[in-house]
């Protein structure tokens, strides 16, 4: 019965943090110099930076934090929604069939004192790990936050850190790292220079990945929409959403349900395939978009982070985040981490159908067991690094 409520409780957190990853993705794509750029980003990591950092946050700014999150305290309290992360990071990091792992660390300043209850709450329900750190040497702290980061990504996420500010006493980390082997690998001799047609004026050479096989496809009549998910054996899949009549079309209307529809309703049918080759790199400061979102306390002088340290009024400066994903013949690597600097404050279709994704479409990486989005975002341009 223990059991049976805890997995309950796990989909009422996945189910409402999907929206909060539809609402992040419309607010990353709405800012200025993302409306024609590829967009990529893991919400599972921005949400889980974002429940840690609850929590040590008290009163209106947990309240505010919490609903920013999607989570509504009427229907799911913070504890279970601590305990449903907990259970995501051991559900994830115990896959076998794919290279996947999600965690968290804590940067600590050697002059400052968090509450033992912060740090214990920490490696209990996001498994953190803790690391004195020196912010004075401003160098140093980088270069140790960014090797952190980088082990934990084998090699994807570099510098996740830019500069730090010496007066920084803490800086909460997520990573999430994830690769796989397509179930149905592409073969690479079938692979050809293809145009990709990034808007109706502009054309880009790109490697076009082919295959014909039993494919899991559905379209989706209502909204004119194409969707394929490519699956790695039995954790993960990617879902590649090809709208009919373009991307700007699909994202207006786009939401949990729809994913929620798609996944439930794609069919093994034989398809022929083309999908380009990719390798991007993404990155984004969160602080604006999550105020858009109203996440706003946590950076206001005002913010009630008292939970987290009783040595002075703490404020959130920055929310990094970066993302990359590569995918080839073989199957797809991607890995995101966030990072969250605290401071005191200061249609008919012919015999074998045809799927050719040579125009923008949406992307998701996909649990198959809990159905939560590790990662999502949209393919402009796959020419573009």
């Not at 449903?84 to 990091?93: E, W």
């Not at 069939?97 to 050697?110: H, M, T, Y």
């Not at 054309?203 to 899991?216: I, L, N, S």
Request: hydrophobic share 40%; charged share 25%; net charge negative.
């Amino acid at each position: 019965m223990i059991m049976v409520t805890a997995m309950v409780t796990v989909m009422v957190t996945v189910m409402e943090n999907r929206d909060f990853a539809f609402r992040l993705y419309k607010h990353i794509s709405a800012q200025p110099d993302s409306q024609s750029k590829n967009v990529f980003f893991s919400p599972l990591s921005v949400s889980v930076a974002l429940a840690a950092l609850s929590l040590g946050a008290r009163g209106k700014t947990h309240q505010q934090l919490f609903e920013g999150l999607g989570f509504n305290s009427t229907d799911i309290t913070a504890e279970e929604v601590n305990q449903a992360f907990q259970h995501i990071h051991h559900n994830l990091n115990e896959k076998s069939d794919v290279d996947l792992s999600l965690g968290n660390a804590l940067f600590i300043a050697q002059n400052f004192k968090p509450r033992p209850e912060f740090l214990e709450s920490m490696k209990r329900y996001y498994l953190s790990e803790g690391f004195s750190t020196d912010f004075s040497k401003t160098e140093q702290a980088k270069e140790q936050i960014n090797k952190y980061v980088d082990e934990k990504t084998k090699g994807k996420i570099t510098q996740l850190v830019e500069d730090v500010d010496p007066q920084t006493v803490m800086y909460l980390i997520n990573y999430i790292y994830f690769k796989g082997k397509w179930e149905i690998p592409f073969d690479p001799k079938a692979t050809k220079e293809d145009q990709f047609h990034v808007d109706d004026k502009t054309t880009v050479p790109v490697q076009m990945m082919y295959e014909e096989d039993d494919f899991h496809v559905f379209h989706d009549e209502e909204i004119s929409t194409h969707v394929l998910q490519l699956h790695y054996n039995e954790s993960v899949s990617m879902m590649l959403v090809l709208p009919e009549k373009g991307l700007q079309g699909l994202e207006e209307v786009v939401c949990k349900n729809h994913l929620w529809k798609w996944i439930r309703s794609v069919k093994k049918r034989k398809y022929v395939v083309f999908v380009p080759k990719l390798s991007l790199k993404t990155s984004y400061q969160l602080k604006d978009i999550l105020s858009g979102m109203g996440i706003t306390d946590i950076f206001e002088p005002t913010a009630d982070l008292s939970g987290i340290s009783e040595d002075g009024k703490l404020v959130v400066s920055k929310v990094v985040h970066k993302a990359t994903l590569d995918m080839d013949e073989a199957g797809a690597t991607a890995a995101a981490a966030t990072g969250i600097e605290i401071m005191l404050t200061s249609a008919q279709f012919p015999p074998t159908p045809v799927l050719k994704f040579d125009k923008p479409f949406m992307v998701f990486v996909l649990n198959r067991e809990t159905r939560s989005v590790l990662f999502m975002g949209k393919i402009v341009n796959p020419a573009e690094k």
